[in-house]
Nanobody, 123 residues
Framework: QVQLVESGGGLVRAGGSLRLSCEAS????????MGWYRQAPGKQRELVATITGGGGTNYADSVKARFTISRDNAKNMVYLQMNSLKPEDTAVYYC?????????????????WGRGIQVTVSS
């Protein structure tokens, strides 16, 4: 199995910054893409950003130029630097290891998710 644990969330004022971290551990053979998603109260979970193993990135329009995703393949970690935070960024943020191959699901892949971490931006 694969476990993902997020850290770095919390309460920040509008205009402030936070850095989320996520570590994947377990019987990992290969993680293809890693990403961050978020879910605000009463809304569906939405994509924030993803990053491929080669460093290619994709962002939601709402966070472009404010958020930066990065990863450390050697450590199976993914980060999300969030700047110029807005109250509408308030949500539970979930880390994802997408199309991941582990010893338990070899040779297929599946997605793994963290439990989520709260980010609250006050106005």
């Amino acid at each position: 199995q694969v476990q993902l644990v997020e850290s770095g969330g919390g309460l920040v004022r509008a205009g402030g910054s936070l850095r989320l971290s996520c570590e994947a551990s377990g019987s990992i053979l290969r993680i293809n893409d890693m990403g961050w998603y978020r879910q605000a109260p009463g809304k569906q979970r939405e994509l924030v950003a993803t990053i491929t193993g080669g460093g290619g990135t994709n962002y939601a329009d709402s966070v472009k130029a404010r958020f930066t995703i990065s990863r450390d393949n050697a450590k199976n970690m993914v980060y999300l630097q969030m700047n110029s935070l807005k109250p509408e960024d308030t949500a539970v943020y979930y880390c994802a290891a997408l199309r991941t191959m582990s010893y338990s699901n070899y040779p297929t892949t599946r997605d793994y998710w963290g439990r989520g971490i709260q980010v609250t931006v006050s106005s």
